[in-house]
């Protein structure tokens, strides 16, 4: 996804003092327009179901700490040796092991390490921890009161390649303990101006909202897979993953427990070249998703036939999303997977693609969109029959890189947050984020413009535009999903040991919606909605290296102290400010 800020700690590791210059290379496509936005903070990458193991790669040394409120935007996934954040940046250095620790207010505090046992042509085994945690104060802006926003994440990820003649073997695990609260407005004092005797069917162990609400959800994953390397004749690929979900606390307080999820898949994809420039292939993959809750439980098999060519100035492909589902939903569902880049005239090209199919709104993946989803129930799976997008991008100019798009995504059951409360006599909600499915489309604009000078500068500016309307009737839908998104960024090393990064982050165009429900009265059901403050976020910081094994990093965030809520009652970190130290070895 598009850069995005992310208020939960993120320490990159240990870099060399001077990164060598990259060569002049063609502009590569990296355009994901609609997003599933959580309104965070930082850079974020999209996702796949099981990603490749990525090597790391050489980067400078910073730090991304601001609003903690908002989830980690990644899973355990696959991957040697990545600096602490999973799916941000790797561990700058393939040769170093690194330790990072780093402290701030709000009891903010962030710890990783990575360590490459071994490193060859043929075998790379690495294994890394991280933690991130917050116990701090924020106020809400409803009112005047106070909350303890509690956070303690812990990550452990073990990684292992083997590379034989022909193909490459990889295995890997992790797991993920989350430990929070939901520290959210609660919204029964809203239902209290409508319907005062509600305070007559609450417990009084609920009446103080004191009840448990620390959650730990728990997340594993064990992947493995091997693949060919590239050759004339026959590529290939072939994976088999689990990731399991299981939280502590269910949706209402009377909830004992979570919903567990087990989630089993498998890829499978083939690649035949023929000719100079041509290809066929053919991918294959199943999802198996077994619950806690057997009525849950569902099977999807998605098929992807596809023609490939690629030219110097050409590539472009043809296929079909083909998905059959068991227990969920309609049967088949058919999508288009066409893509075309044409590099028309030098340094400039054209692209466009119109793709779509089936997406899974599994516990694990809503729990990257926001870790206070619903932890008791699935969200509904979402049909995308079509997502266009066209575009012109250019490096003609040195030094720059200019990307321009628009295009338009209709989804079925596409999903959009809200906040809910349900109480019954005796039966009460925890403050969670819900997602009610609706059939929407969205037009979408933007650009994204890049700037590289040596490897003393590097900036850029984008702005994404994505407004989400009902599909069948009129209106845009309320969200906190924003309608314009700018996201300014500079990096500088002003000196061989000092360097500085200036990220500002603006978002507008956001609401909420919140619903109630009771049977004290049943006419007295209703919901509220509104605007939500605009999101004006300004990153500072600075890295001193005292070598190559030793450097200190400190990073403000949200410097002019900027008072907005995540979601509905639940308030970002106002000014904070992390110092820490990292260590290459």
């Not at 590379?163 to 004092?189: D, Q, V």
């Amino acid at each position: 996804m598009k850069k995005m800020y992310v208020f939960v700690a993120l320490l990159s590791t240990c870099s060399i003092a001077s990164a060598q210059e990259n060569k002049e290379e063609s502009l590569k496509r990296e355009v994901t327009i609609e997003k599933e936005f959580t309104p965070i903070v930082n850079d974020a990458s999209k996702i796949n179901t099981l990603p490749e193991i990525d090597n790391p790669v050489v980067t400078k040394p910073s730090i991304r700490y601001s609003d903690w409120a908002v989830p980690m935007t990644t899973g355990p996934i696959l991957q040697i040796l990545p600096s602490g954040n999973f799916g941000m940046q790797p561990a700058v250095n393939p040769k170093q092991s690194y330790i990072n620790l780093a402290m701030g207010n709000y009891l903010n505090a962030a710890a990783n390490a990575g360590f490459r046992i071994f490193d060859s042509e043929t075998d790379q085994l690495g294994v890394w921890y991280q933690h991130s945690s917050t116990n701090g104060k924020l106020k809400y802006l409803e009112n005047d009161k106070k909350v303890t926003q509690r956070r303690n994440d812990n990550i452990l990820n073990l990684s292992y390649k083997h590379t034989f003649e022909k193909l490459s073997w990889k295995i890997g695990g992790a797991y993920r303990s989350n430990a929070f609260n939901y520290y959210g407005m609660p919204l029964i004092p809203e239902i209290m101006d409508i319907i005062p005797e509600i305070m007559d069917i609450i417990p009084e162990s609920m009446k103080t909202f004191k009840m448990t609400n620390q959650q730990r959800v728990q997340q594993y994953s064990l992947h493995t897979g091997i693949e060919s390397k590239d050759n004339e004749k026959l590529n290939y690929d072939l994976s088999v993953g689990y990731n399991g979900y299981k939280s502590r606390l269910g949706f209402l307080y009377e909830d004992k427990n979570g919903l567990t999820e087990n989630h089993i898949e498998t890829r499978f994809n083939l690649s035949a070249p023929f000719g100079k420039y041509y290809a066929i292939g053919l991918g294959v993959g199943m999802d198996n998703l077994i619950y806690s809750q057997d009525q849950y439980n569902y099977t999807v098999i998605r098929l992807n036939p596809n023609f490939n060519i690629t030219k110097n100035n050409l590539k472009f492909r043809a296929g079909i999303n083909v998905d059959i589902s068991f227990n969920d939903g309609t049967t088949f569902r058919f999508a288009p997977d066409l893509n075309l880049e044409w590099e028309f005239e030098k340094s400039f090209f054209l692209f466009t693609s119109l793709e779509g199919g089936k997406e899974l709104n599994t516990m694990n993946k809503m729990s990257v969109r926001s870790i206070y989803a619903d932890p008791s129930r699935p969200a509904t799976n979402s049909y995308t029959p079509a997502d266009w997008t066209f575009g012109l991008r250019t490096n003609y100019l040195a030094n720059f890189n200019v990307n321009l798009y628009t295009g338009i995504k209709t989804t079925t059951d596409a999903l959009f947050d809200y906040r809910t409360l349900i109480a019954y006599d005796g039966v009460l909600s925890r403050d969670v984020i819900s997602f009610f499915a609706m059939d929407a489309y969205a037009w979408k604009v933007g650009f994204d413009i890049n700037y590289k000078y040596k490897d003393r500068v590097k900036a850029q500016i984008n702005w994404a535009h994505n407004e989400w309307h009902y599909r069948h009737g009129k209106g845009k839908i309320r969200t906190a999903l924003p309608v314009n998104e700018w996201n300014l960024g500079l990096d500088v090393n002003a000196t061989k040991h000092l360097a500085f990064d200036l990220d500002i982050y603006l978002a507008n165009g956001r609401e909420y919606r919140n619903t109630i429900e009771t049977d004290m009265k049943p006419d007295a059901d209703f919901f509220s909605f509104g605007k939500m403050k605009n999101i004006f976020n300004v990153n500072l910081g600075a890295t001193y290296r005292f070598n190559d094994s030793v450097h200190l990093l400190v990073q403000a965030n949200n410097i002019f102290a900027q008072h907005y809520n995540l979601y509905y009652g639940m308030p970002a970190q106002r000014f904070n400010i992390m110092a820490g130290v990292g260590v290459c070895f």
